[in-house]
């Protein structure tokens, strides 16, 4: 047993001659853990005891019991040792965090390129050395965030996918790419931020650079979503215009009649005031109270993350709802009806015929 127990796992030896105490480490994926085994003098292993290092206690956190156990089971060290060794193997697999320590090469280099990169450039990084958030700056002077996790394909909180020959490159050649992928944006990004500042956007509450969406305020209770091509953002939106029907149709209508007279050479929010033949409510000049009316039912005007866009048609009504609301209404009423996915009901408010969508999450 002990040439065995020698031969596969050389850093751990007995202490006394009797040979009922061994201490040093076994090594798994190239990690040592020291461990220190007080084997009983009758021999066999029950009643033997383990003690462990720091870092083998919070690995094998979860696997106490099935360690005990073959402890206790196993017909010599050799085995019990074989079976750590296999807990282990599952405890490091399901535990990405517990990885090797990098070699001194790995920081080296990664302090290379950051002085090639620009210490000025580095937002954060974590403990360990693996994930860290770069600052870049479009020609617009638009500030962007570049995570990077190394040894991992990098991301970023963009728009378009990045490709895979981004995980072999230096910080610097990263930084770089990443600043060409910000200026084939930088327009889309510009028809926003015209949108941004001179209109009222009910949604998103916070946009983002990723999001595409926006959903403008027309009037009380009438708005228009359009979402941007990010390759093609001065061509013609997706327009979905929202509120009572008496209110959106003529609307639609000059959307309609108007189309041909989109500019590409404009920007979209000129061109929808162009063809809607409209001026939108802006910070300058309207307040945002004046466009968030809170829903019917639940009287707020933000639900998690959505706002009111359910309009009853009745001219002298006009209550909106959040669609959630509105259709949780709906169903619990004996004298509605669904057919796929609408719901058909009253107004809780004027009694006049309503309709709503089924909410996502019910679909």
């Known amino acids: 047993m002990d040439s065995v127990l020698l031969r596969d796992n050389p850093l751990l030896v007995p202490l006394n001659r009797d040979k009922t105490l061994y201490d ?22 029950k009643g033997a005891r383990l003690h462990c290092c720091w870092q083998l206690k919070h690995l094998l956190q979860g696997y106490e019991h099935v360690v005990k156990q073959r402890l206790q089971q196993s017909a ?10 296999t807990v282990l193997e599952v405890c490091l697999k399901s535990c990405p965090e517990c990885r090797s320590i990098p070699p001194p090469q790995y920081y080296s280099r990664l302090i290379s390129e950051m002085e090639t990169l620009g210490w000025s450039r580095l937002l954060f990084i974590d403990t360990e050395f693996r994930t860290l958030r770069l600052k870049a700056e479009d020609s617009s002077g638009r500030q962007h965030v570049l995570t990077v996790k190394l040894n991992k394909p990098c991301f970023a909180a ?11 490159s230096t910080l610097d050649q990263l930084h770089r790419q990443f600043l060409l992928i910000l200026e084939s944006l930088s327009e889309f ?70 189309m041909h007279l989109w500019n590409l050479d404009s920007g979209v929010l000129h061109n929808l005031r162009d063809v809607l033949e409209i001026e939108f409510p802006s910070p300058a000049t309207h307040e945002k109270s004046s466009f968030s009316t809170e829903c019917g039912i639940c009287y707020s005007y933000r639900l998690e993350s959505a706002v009111p866009d359910q309009v009853c048609n009745e001219p002298r009504c006009g209550q909106p709802f959040h669609q959630a609301c509105l259709y949780e209404w709906l169903r619990a009423l004996p004298s509605s009806r669904q057919s796929f996915y609408m719901v058909f009901g009253e107004c809780p408010y004027c009694s006049k015929p309503i309709t709503v969508k089924m909410a996502p999450q019910q679909c």
């Open 158 to 168: 963009i728009l378009m996918p990045q490709t895979s020959r981004w995980a072999s």
């Open 189 to 258: 990004w510009d028809v926003l931020d015209q949108i941004d500042s001179n209109t009222w956007i009910l949604e998103p509450e916070k946009p983002s650079r990723s999001d595409t969406m926006r959903r403008i305020a027309i009037g009380t209770n009438v708005s228009i979503k359009v979402e941007v091509d990010p390759k093609h953002p001065r061509m013609l939106p997706e327009c979905c215009l929202l509120g009572a029907e008496h209110a959106v149709t003529p609307l639609r209508n000059k959307l309609n009649a108007n």
């Open 24 to 45: 040093g480490f076994i090594t798994v994926q190239d990690r040592d853990f020291r461990l220190r085994v007080l084997l009983p003098a009758a021999g066999g292993l």
């Open 76 to 85: 010599d060290l050799v085995t019990f040792v074989l079976e750590l060794k």
